[in-house]
């Protein structure tokens, strides 16, 4: 029998791959040293930890069509649970429980548009649902991702990223400043989203990033047209038990472990001047 304190103990993988993705990122690959947790749904996380160390909420940015209980997660290092995640070497142990949360609706979008906005390491929660757009564009009409980094230097899976425009994903990305060697789109993801052709009563969107772009990526739909209760956002707040218990991840009447990341806009989009605890 399943007991309160049983599902907060890890169960050990083995980091099997380690990608540098950036300066400050990693795509670990984990394989469970025994029997596999449940598969995940994408928009869901992970607690993911060291021992010895700590503990940290990471997005399943995996296939969600695998199904050999390999978790895949990119890992930014920011403070000392992700730096000892982000360092892990190839054989190291890691643990990981989960999956927890919510995931974004995908069966919505069905025969209509999809765009999918990320920010930064945000990439990494909808890297899910583009991989199940990628293996089954033809559910969707247009399927647009738009992508926005600070510097060339700091875009997630640059090397996926004709794969996904070669499966017919329309794949934008954007830097915020001029930079050499990039002849891309400059600017903020906002001004990408304006400049879109959207059919707004059939388009349903996905955004994952600082709390700032997701607003103001909201503000662009909104003058497409896009009606906010057909926009989801994953909240990435602090977290510490991942279960609905500890109350750290407490966002107005939501607690973001259980009732998000993934939020409906209409939902989250009034709660987000609230600081965190
Ligand atoms: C649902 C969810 C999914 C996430 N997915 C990913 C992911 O796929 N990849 C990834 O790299 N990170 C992800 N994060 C963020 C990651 O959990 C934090 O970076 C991590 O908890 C920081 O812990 P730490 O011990 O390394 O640093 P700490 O010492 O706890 O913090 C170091 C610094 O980072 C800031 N920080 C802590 N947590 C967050 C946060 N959630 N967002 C922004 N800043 C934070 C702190 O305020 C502090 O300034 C996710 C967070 C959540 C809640
Ligand atoms: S992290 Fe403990 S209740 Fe959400």
């Known amino acids: 029998?399943?007991?309160?304190?049983?599902?907060?103990?890890?169960?050990?993988?083995?980091?099997?791959?380690?990608t540098v993705e950036t300066h400050d990122s990693v795509t670990l690959e984990l394989a469970p040293t025994a029997a596999a947790l449940p598969s995940f749904r994408p928009g869901q996380f992970m607690m993911l930890s060291v021992p010895g160390v700590g503990e940290v909420p990471i997005s399943s940015c995996g296939d969600p069509t695998r199904d050999d209980g390999v978790l895949t997660h990119t890992v930014r290092r920011v403070g000392q649970a992700s730096a000892a995640l982000h360092d892990a070497p190839v054989g190291a142990n890691v643990g990981a429980r989960g999956p927890y949360g919510t995931a974004w609706d995908l069966d919505r979008a069905v025969g209509a548009d999809l765009v999918i906005v990320a920010g930064g390491v945000g990439l990494a929660a909808v890297r899910s649902p583009v991989l199940a757009a990628v293996a089954h564009r033809t559910r969707y009409?247009?399927?647009?991702?738009?992508?926005?980094?600070?510097?060339?230097?700091?875009?997630?899976?640059?090397?996926?990223?004709?794969?996904?425009?070669?499966?017919?994903?329309?794949?934008?990305?954007?830097?915020?400043?001029?930079?050499?060697?990039?002849?891309?789109?400059?600017?903020?993801?906002?001004?990408?989203?304006a400049r879109l052709t959207v059919d707004p009563h059939r388009t349903y969107a996905l955004a994952c990033g600082p709390e700032a772009m997701m607003r103001f990526s909201v503000r662009a739909l909104d003058t497409l047209g896009v009606d906010r209760r057909r926009v989801q956002v994953s909240l990435e707040r602090n977290m510490q038990c991942g279960v609905g218990v500890c109350g750290h991840c407490q966002l107005g009447e939501l607690l973001l472990c259980r009732d998000g990341p993934v939020v409906d806009y209409a939902v989250a989009g009034p709660l987000l001047h609230t600081r965190e605890l």
């Open 141 to 193: 009409r247009n399927v647009t991702l738009v992508i926005g980094a600070r510097t060339p230097d700091e875009i997630l899976y640059r090397g996926e990223l004709d794969g996904w425009r070669a499966a017919g994903i329309d794949v934008v990305v954007t830097i915020d400043q001029p930079a050499r060697d990039w002849d891309g789109p400059v600017g903020f993801v906002t001004e990408v989203l």
């Open 1 to 18: 029998m399943t007991t309160p304190t049983s599902v907060l103990v890890p169960t050990a993988h083995r980091v099997l791959h380690r």
